[in-house]
C-alpha cells in the first residue's frame, strides 16, 4: 500500500552481497551446463530466447537487476516462447521455465535468504493487503518414508512479473513483492500496477476512512455494528466503478477489513482514554518512553505509527488511518 525507497533496497543489497554474489555464479554455472546438455533439445525460439539470456546474464548479475533493468530485458526477451521442451525428472515435467528457475534456484532462496533479507528492510506483512504475514507453512515430506509428520516455514513472494512468463526474472530482487498467500493467489489471475520499490517515495494514495457519525453513534449505543468504514482506493472512486488492477477489485481489501470491526472499536475507546490530560501524565510518568513521540504513538497504538513503517507489522495501515481519525495519535 505505499512503496518502499529504493536507497532502502541497496543497503540491503550491500549488506548481502557476498551471498549474492555466490549465488550469482552458482546460478549462471548452472544455465551453461543446462544449454549444453539441452539446447539441442530446443525450438529455434527456445534456443534464441536462452541464448539471449544467457549473454545478458554473463553480463549482468541477474539477483541486482534494478527496475530500469528489469524493463529493458522484460521488453528485450518478452515472454517465455511457447513451450516445446520438456524432460521427465523424478516422474515430473520440466519445461524450460522450469529448467530456468531450477538453475536460478528460486524454490532454495525462499527457505533461506528471502526471510532474512526482506527482514533487513523491515518487510513482515503482505505489501498488497497489510492484514497478514508473510509466512506460509507447507509440510515437510521425507522422500525415503514419505511421512509429511514436520512442518517448515516458507517466506512468501510475489513475482511483479510473474515468473512463469518471465522466468529469468525469477530471483530479481525488485521483482519480488512479499505477500501473504491469499493476495498471491489473487494476483495470479490479474495485474497490479502498483510498484513496490521507488527512488522518490510518495504518501500512499490508499486511505482507511472512518465514518465519524457512525462513530459518535457507537459512543452512545457501544454497539460494535454502528462502527463504519471504508478502503479508498483512488483507482476505484465508486462502488459501482470496477477498475481492473486496482487494489479494491484484486484483493477486495473491503471485504477483508469489514471483518476487523473489533479493532475499530478498540481504537475509539483508546482515544476516549488517552486524552491531552492523561498523555501529559504518561509524559510526566514515563519521559523515557513518552518523549520519543513515536515510540509512546506506537505503545498506545499497539502497532508501528509512520506511514514508511506499515511493511513492519500486520493491520499497521488499517490502525495508523482509524487512530489519525479519532485523534489517537
Known amino acids: 500500500m505505499i512503496s518502499i525507497n529504493t536507497q532502502i533496497v541497496e543497503n540491503a543489497i550491500l549488506a548481502f552481497k557476498d551471498e549474492i554474489d555466490d549465488d550469482y555464479n552458482l546460478a549462471l554455472k548452472q544455465l551453461e551446463k543446462d544449454y549444453k546438455l539441452y539446447s539441442k533439445q530446443f525450438s529455434i525460439n527456445e534456443k534464441v530466447f536462452y541464448r539471449k ?19 529493458y530485458i522484460k521488453n528485450e526477451l518478452l515472454e517465455i516462447p511457447e513451450s516445446h521442451f520438456k524432460i521427465k525428472v523424478k516422474n515430473k515435467v520440466i519445461y524450460l521455465k522450469d529448467l530456468i528457475n531450477n538453475a536460478l534456484n528460486y524454490k532454495r532462496k525462499r527457505d533461506n535468504f528471502y526471510p532474512k533479507y526482506f527482514q533487513k528492510i523491515g518487510i513482515k506483512s503482505c505489501v498488497y ?69 521507488e527512488d522518490n517515495v510518495t504518501p500512499s494514495i490508499y486511505k482507511f476512512k472512518l465514518d465519524l457519525k ?90 508501528y505509527c509512520e506511514p514508511e513503517e506499515i511493511h513492519k507489522r500486520p493491520m499497521a495501515k488499517f490502525m495508523q488511518d482509524i487512530a489519525k481519525d479519532v485523534g489517537l495519535i
Open 53 to 71: 539470456f544467457l549473454n545478458f546474464a554473463r553480463n549482468h548479475n541477474v539477483i541486482l537487476l534494478n527496475n530500469l533493468e528489469i524493463e
Open 129 to 197: 493487503c497489510n492484514s497478514q504475514l508473510t509466512v506460509t507453512v507447507e509440510k515437510l515430506i521425507h522422500l525415503k518414508t514419505k511421512v509429511n509428520n514436520e512442518f517448515i516455514a516458507k517466506f512468501q513472494v510475489d513475482h511483479f512479473y510473474p515468473k512463469d512468463k518471465y522466468p529469468y526474472l525469477s530471483i530479481s530482487l525488485y521483482n519480488l513483492y512479499p505477500t501473504c498467500s491469499s493476495c498471491n493467489n489473487a494476483k495470479k489471475v490479474t495485474e497490479v500496477r502498483f510498484k513496490l520499490y
Open 214 to 303: 457512525s462513530k459518535a453513534k457507537f459512543l452512545t449505543s457501544r454497539d460494535i455494528n454502528d462502527i463504519e468504514f471504508d478502503f479508498v482506493d483512488p483507482e476505484k472512486p465508486n462502488k459501482k466503478v470496477i477498475v481492473k488492477g486496482s487494489f479494491e477489485d484484486s484483493f477486495q481489501i473491503n471485504g477483508i477489513y469489514k471483518t476487523q470491526k473489533d479493532i475499530a472499536e478498540e481504537i475509539i475507546l483508546k482515544s476516549q482514554i488517552y486524552n491531552k490530560a492523561y498523555k501529559k501524565k504518561l509524559l510526566n510518568s514515563f519521559p523515557d518512553i513518552f518523549n520519543n513521540k513515536n515510540l509512546g504513538n506506537r505503545i498506545i497504538l499497539g502497532n
